[in-house]
């Protein structure tokens, strides 16, 4: 369905560790989701762009070579209205009433496609966004991050409240992915990354997917280890890929209306399955949103069987010393507001608050810094979490653990917990308990 399916062996020890490297900062050439306005049927999309984009100078920057996936595209747009209002043809008598009106018709050229497949090399936590105005045009400023304790979390959930019934709300989540995509053959289309700033409907349908996906990794890393009680992979954390930024995805979208009074939105309809069992051939299908409403189609294919794998680059290919360098250098851009100071809200707390949480440890890994801290990132049966352990024996504990932890400390307002104490006992029946768990996968 998406890539070639050959089989590769990898090493019993091939995998890769994070180490922290300060990022060079600045702007990422960028995807943008082209969709259609509220008025538009889906049916008319013949007429409107749609999918991912990527504009002709982006693709330059970066030395793209589109695979038959990418399409070359051109649309137009007129002065005074955004890309859902673009149109595949301008035509003659259009073009001369707003020539008229005085309006200026700009053309975009670039490359279009409804599928993705990428290596996934980091992602931000859910974003909160004020809009604000610069200039006399409107611009989206960070303010916070949607999860954290108790009131925080309910401080922003108030602010977002609005964006359901009114289409003119101040407020609005987003979350970054950074991605080098692939072609059927599993090679790069271009040099660099690329990066992609989800939100709304696609958004919110497309973080649903991939925390689906990150389950089927773990589950069919222990199957296709021969172990049902392994349920980890390896150097699995909520914001760098490790050993999963090896594994290359393919998801396939179209246009989704919620309702009559919605505008469509980009939503999976396809995806490759992660397996460990070779005998699991036959398509499946799931559903997905809130009702049910929406299908998507799963593709299996070898995450790992023994030692071969159809899914997985190996660390020490091109490729794979590619993704680990980028995971390396990019290591800011998860953070909130990829490093930079945000605007925080004046209800959300400003210093660090008391923390506890507990709950069956499913993959860890860790980071260790050139300060003496070990950056931790712990994946659970309902989150992720972030943990700044200043004691490396301790971290060296906890990132071997396979049963209950429990952990102590204080919450900061970048979503990192800072570990008091920690403590770690054999598995039991499956009962979380977190009460302040920045969200995650």
Not at 154 to 165: F, H, I, N
Not at 419 to 440: I, K, N, R, W
Request: glycine fraction near 10%; charged fraction near 25%.
């Amino acid at each position: 369905m998406f890539f070639t399916n050959q089989s590769v062996e990898l090493s019993a020890d091939d995998q890769v560790f994070v180490e922290e490297h300060e990022s060079t900062g600045g702007g990422f050439p960028y995807l943008q989701s082209l969709t259609h306005p509220n008025e538009d049927a889906v049916d008319v999309k013949d007429a409107r762009p749609w999918g991912f984009y990527i504009n002709e100078d982006q693709a330059k920057e970066i030395n793209f070579v589109p695979d038959t996936n990418w399409k070359p595209i051109t649309f137009y747009t007129v002065e005074g209205s955004g890309f859902d209002k673009a149109v595949l043809e301008m035509k003659p008598a259009k073009r001369t009433a707003y020539e008229k009106e005085g309006k200026t018709i700009t053309e975009h050229k670039g490359y279009a496609s409804t599928t993705l497949m990428f290596h996934l090399i980091c992602q931000s936590d859910t974003e909160v966004e004020r809009k604000d105005e610069y200039q006399g045009k409107p611009y989206y400023k960070f303010v916070g991050l949607r999860f954290g304790d108790a009131s925080y979390n309910a401080t922003m959930e108030a602010l977002l409240a609005e964006r359901d019934s009114d289409n003119n709300a101040t407020h609005r989540w987003s979350q970054r992915y950074m991605f080098i995509l692939v072609g059927a053959d599993g090679k790069p289309l271009h040099d660099g990354v690329i990066t992609w700033r989800a939100k709304g409907g696609a958004g919110g349908a497309f973080s649903m997917e991939m925390r689906e996906v990150f389950k089927d990794l773990i589950d069919a890393w222990a199957k296709g280890k021969g172990n049902s009680r392994l349920r980890m992979f390896p150097g699995s954390n909520r914001h760098a890929g490790d050993m999963r930024s090896l594994v290359r995805l393919a998801i396939q979208f179209d246009l989704y209306k919620s309702g009559a009074d919605r505008a469509p939105y980009l939503s999976p309809i396809g995806r490759v399955l992660p397996t460990g069992d070779p005998t699991e051939t036959k398509v499946k299908e799931a559903k997905r949103g809130k009702d049910g409403d929406r299908i998507i189609k799963l593709y299996p294919s070898i995450l790992v069987h023994g030692n071969s794998t159809q899914m997985m680059v190996a660390p020490t290919s091109e490729l794979g010393l590619r993704i680990n360098a980028a995971i390396k250098e990019y290591a800011s851009f998860p953070l909130p507001n990829q490093g930079k100071d945000g605007e925080a809200e004046t209800v959300a707390p400003s210093g660090p608050i008391a923390w506890y949480g507990s709950g069956i440890v499913d993959a860890a890994s860790v980071t260790y810094r050139t300060d003496g801290w070990a950056v931790m990132q712990l994946l659970t049966e309902s989150a992720a979490i972030t943990l700044m352990v200043e004691d490396q024996e301790l971290a060296d504990t906890l990132v071997g653990a396979v049963g209950n932890v429990t952990v102590e400390g204080a919450r900061y307002p970048d979503g990192t917990v800072h570990v008091a104490s920690a403590l770690v006992s054999a598995p039991t029946a499956v009962t979380t308990e977190q009460t302040a768990l920045v969200a995650g996968f």
